[in-house]
C-alpha cells in the first residue's frame, strides 16, 4: 500500500524567507508525485509534479521540488516566500492510486 | 487548457432531503472522473472513481446507496448525496483525468452544509 506523510502541521515563516516542505512517501516502485496549494475555501492548483528525468522539478509561482529516491522524499522549496503563499499545501502520490499526504498550512508573517 | 468546473459552489438544504453536485471538463474529454471529500483542517479523502459510461468504484466505507455516482457523458459526473444528514456537511472536489494521463485537474470543490 502507497502511503504520503507530511510531517510539519503548520509553518510560520517571514514574507522573504526560504521556504521548505516536507513529504515522504512509501511505495514499492517509483510513484509519481505532485504537489498542490489550496486556498481556504479553494479547490486544488497543481504547482508541480514528477514523472521521469531530472530530479530537480520547476514549478509555477516560483517553487522547486527535488525527488530524492534514497530518501523517498519530494521536499517542496521556495527561495523568498511571499504574503499570497499562504495557503495549505498537499503533496500526493500517485502509484496504484491517487494518495494526498495530511498537508501542511503556511503562514506568513509580514 | 484542463479546466474544471463545479456547480454549485456551495448548498444548504435540509436533513432528509437530497442534493446534487455537477462536475464539468470544460475544455477536455474527461475518461475517468474522480470525488473526493474534505473535512475542516483535513486532507482529501477519495470516495470514488467513475469512468463515463460504467459504474463507479466506491472506496472501502463509502456508501454507495448513499453518494450515487453518475458519468453521463465524458465532460460531466454527478454526485448525487441521498436523504441527507448533518454529518455528511462537508467540502466536496472533484477531479477529471485526460485521455492516459495521470494528472488530475481539480474543480474547486462544493460546499455542503446539512441543517
Known amino acids: 500500500a502507497q502511503s504520503v506523510t507530511q510531517p510539519d502541521i503548520h509553518i510560520t515563516v517571514s514574507e522573504g524567507a526560504s521556504l521548505e516542505l516536507r513529504c515522504n512517501y512509501s511505495?514499492?516502485?517509483?510513484?509519481?508525485l505532485f504537489w498542490y496549494v489550496q486556498s481556504p475555501g479553494q479547490g486544488l492548483q497543481l504547482l508541480l509534479k514528477?514523472?521521469?528525468?531530472?530530479?530537480l522539478v520547476q514549478g509555477i509561482k516560483g517553487f522547486e521540488a527535488e525527488f530524492k529516491r534514497s530518501q523517498s522524499s519530494f521536499n517542496l522549496r521556495k527561495p523568498s516566500v511571499h504574503w499570497s503563499d499562504a495557503a495549505e499545501y498537499f503533496c500526493?502520490?500517485?502509484?496504484?492510486?491517487?494518495?494526498f499526504g495530511p498537508g501542511t498550512r503556511l503562514s506568513v508573517l509580514p | 487548457g484542463a479546466v474544471v468546473s463545479q456547480h454549485p459552489s456551495w448548498v444548504i438544504c435540509k436533513s432528509g432531503t437530497s442534493v446534487k453536485i455537477e462536475c464539468r471538463s470544460l475544455d477536455f474529454q474527461a475518461t475517468t472522473m474522480f470525488w473526493y471529500r474534505q473535512f475542516p483542517k483535513q486532507s482529501l479523502m477519495l470516495m470514488a472513481t467513475?469512468?463515463?459510461?460504467?459504474?463507479?468504484?466506491?472506496e472501502q466505507g463509502v456508501e454507495k446507496d448513499k453518494f450515487l455516482i453518475n458519468h453521463a457523458s465524458l465532460t460531466l459526473s454527478t454526485l448525487t448525496v441521498t436523504s441527507a444528514h448533518p454529518e455528511d456537511s462537508s467540502f466536496y472536489i472533484c477531479?477529471?483525468?485526460?485521455?492516459?494521463?495521470?494528472?488530475?485537474?481539480f474543480g474547486p470543490g462544493t460546499r455542503l452544509t446539512v441543517t
Open positions: 514528477y514523472f521521469s528525468g531530472d530530479t
Open positions: 467513475s469512468n463515463e459510461g460504467s459504474k463507479a468504484t466506491y
Open positions: 500526493a502520490v500517485y502509484g496504484q492510486n491517487f494518495v
Open positions: 511505495y514499492g516502485a517509483t510513484p509519481y
Open positions: 477531479s477529471a483525468r485526460r485521455g492516459s494521463s495521470y494528472e488530475q485537474y
